[in-house]
């Protein structure tokens, strides 16, 4: 049952969970979507940075999204991720997506090769073209070294399908600009954890949360604080979650999220190589980290 993204609220960039033999755990993938659910979440993105998706294959890729779609049965919408170096491979994947019944997708900027203005513009412009999902542009110069400037969001303006922004850029003031420019053309959606609060308050429609992975129930409350003007349950909240909150801009925070899941039932620590798992000084702090953030995990009902 398809349902179309409306690019508001809580968005998961969901973990992809392995066994032990190297194989992907579709029964714990749909144990952790079923706590999202339970939670409210209001959509799934699969395969992004925490999904590992550049160490997946298509058919996993296939794999994740069918169970998904199932697990989802036409309660939020499933979006996919697309990071590809060559135009073509992108449009090809955007397809395969649709296909596959994917409602939406989040579109990276040309992977390994930092294209200008004008060749971002073309890479965009021509995925957008090649598929009729609605498309949320993945905005994250800091990790992916290209900005998708206001400039380029003008002239992307004419595509009807390219609906949503990722707001990764760490700069909070893009906000206001996109607001300046567009108004309410382009939905955002915050996408870096530890200035999540500060994005909704300045106006962002939504979180595309990575520790929600671990706790979608205090990613939820969160949002609804935010979104209810209860800035000082927002803010306590906040200050509990700020430790947690801050794995997810770490180099491996693939590791750190999974341990994190591990923590609260709902993942493994199981990673896909070039990844390890974690050890020693380094598995110890963050482990002291999450729990110490469980041994004083707030009562939600209260705030």
């Known amino acids: 049952m398809a349902v179309t993204p409306t ?12 066994t032990a033999d190297d194989t992907v755990d579709l029964d714990l993938f749909e144990t952790n979507l079923l706590a ?3 939670a409210g979440v209001h959509g799934f993105i699969l395969g992004g940075s925490l999904g590992e998706a550049s160490t997946l294959t298509l058919s996993e890729k296939q794999q994740l999204l069918e169970r998904a779609l199932a697990v989802s049965n036409g309660r939020v919408p499933v979006v996919m991720n697309i990071a590809e170096s060559v135009t073509s491979q992108a449009i090809r994947a955007a397809k395969e997506a649709e296909e596959g019944g994917a409602d939406g997708l989040m579109l990276l900027p040309p992977m390994r090769y930092s294209a200008d203005e004008r060749e971002n513009v073309a890479f965009f412009q021509a995925v957008a073209e090649s598929t009729s999902l609605p498309i949320m542009l993945y905005n994250n110069p800091v990790d992916y070294k290209i900005m998708i400037s206001v400039s380029m969001f ?4 004419k595509l009807p399908n390219i609906q949503a922004v990722k707001e990764s850029t760490r700069d909070l003031t893009n906000i206001v600009r996109m607001r300046n420019a567009f108004g309410d053309r382009f ?11 500060e994005a909704l308050l300045l106006g962002a429609d939504g979180w595309v949360g990575g520790l929600v992975d671990a706790f979608p129930q205090e990613t939820i409350t969160l949002y609804q604080l935010a979104q209810n003007g209860q800035l ?18 770490h180099p491996k925070l693939v590791q750190y999220i999974k341990l994190a899941a591990t923590a609260t039932g709902i993942g493994s620590e199981f990673v896909r190589a070039p990844r390890l798992p974690l050890v020693g000084e380094e598995r110890a702090r963050v482990q002291q ?11 939600l009902s209260v705030l």
């Open 7 to 18: 690019w508001q609220g809580v968005y998961p960039a969901l973990l992809t969970p392995f």
């Open 36 to 38: 999202q659910l339970e």
């Open 154 to 157: 003008q002239q992307l303006a």
């Open 187 to 197: 939905k955002i959606m915050g996408g870096v954890d530890t200035l999540a609060l």
């Open 232 to 249: 000082e349950e927002a803010r306590q909240l906040y200050g509990w979650f700020m430790p947690l909150l801050e794995l997810d801009i």
């Open 289 to 299: 980290i999450i729990q110490q953030a469980l041994a004083i995990r707030p009562e």
